[in-house]
């Protein structure tokens, strides 16, 4: 970096002076193309069920997804990812129901390539929302079963890619998971299917409301330390980007968001492949709780936390704020 030159020489203000000046020296950019909209479905017809901890956040039954994915879309936003609200019945020890090829997700990514192909569909790969004790693997004796749970993993990616997948997310941190899905992938032919692995998944608090939405919290017995990584830990994130990078990632992500940059910022830096942050569900809702109570401008710290990944090196971000951050960029 050139140092710049002492004051009076320099004054640092006069690039702030104005907004064309500022505008033409903004070092980073956010747009549309940088965003990924979650999305919660559930069964039904013409439902919309709010979600209490994730204010204007709601379940959407398939056919309220659909003009929901259009609008998404036309704004710009090149993909959804979509997480289902399972019925009580269907979650079951033995999480049969995640490879269905009927099941909710694969009907609604057969929808949504039928009807708006030019969206990219992403997919979550982890048993917990088909899982009777909320955990995203088997659980034997208390234990999470690593490679059964892999095999499974494998069954619930190939019906997604067969249903029309575009993007496998495969989010549960069991090991050799982006490995053996990259393998199966290519022997059954869907040699494009991207994956997007939550390789740096932290074991975080800040996955609370999620857990409500897609019905998993109360469910959930003990946590997930024994899979997910210790929030105190740098340098085994990075191995987990590295590992999964090696085993046939295309894209990498870091998750929690926000309490997370430094490791946004490490992982750009060292591997330089596509790097995403999610901006999980309880930064959501403590951005939207201080909103709602007049205490913060939502607009204006959805932006700036947006920007924040930009800046740390994201090249895009998962984000519940999609839809609205989209309609703000485009006036
Ligand atoms: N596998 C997806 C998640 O765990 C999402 C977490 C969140 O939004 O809190």
Known sequence: ???????????????????????????????????????????????????????????????????????????????????????????TEDCAEAWNPENLTNRAIRMLKAELPELMVMTDIALDPYNANGHDGFVVDGQILNDETVDALVKMGLAQAEAGADILGPSDMMDGRIGALRAAMESAGHRDVAILSYAAKFASGFYGPFRDAVGAGTRLV????????????????????????????????????MPYLDICRAVKDRFQRPTFAYQVSGEYAMLMAAAQNGWLDGDKVMLESLMAFKRAGCDGVLTYFAPRVAEILRK
């Open 1 to 91: 970096m050139q140092t710049p030159a002492t004051y009076p020489a320099a004054r640092m203000r006069r690039l702030r002076r104005t907004r064309a000046m500022r505008e033409m020296v903004q070092e980073n950019g956010l747009s549309a193309g940088d965003l990924i909209w979650p999305v919660f479905i559930r069964d039904g017809n013409g439902v919309e069920e709010p979600i209490a901890s994730l204010p204007g956040v709601n379940r959407l039954s398939l056919d309220r997804l659909l003009p929901a994915a259009e609008r998404a879309l036309a704004l710009g936003i090149p993909a959804i990812c979509l997480f289902p609200y399972t019925a009580p019945d269907l979650r």
């Open 222 to 257: 003990g946590d997930k330390a024994t899979y997910q990584i210790n929030p105190a830990n740098r340098e085994e994130a990075l191995a987990c980007v590295a590992r999964d990078l090696a085993e046939g990632a295309d894209m990498v992500m870091i998750k929690p968001g």
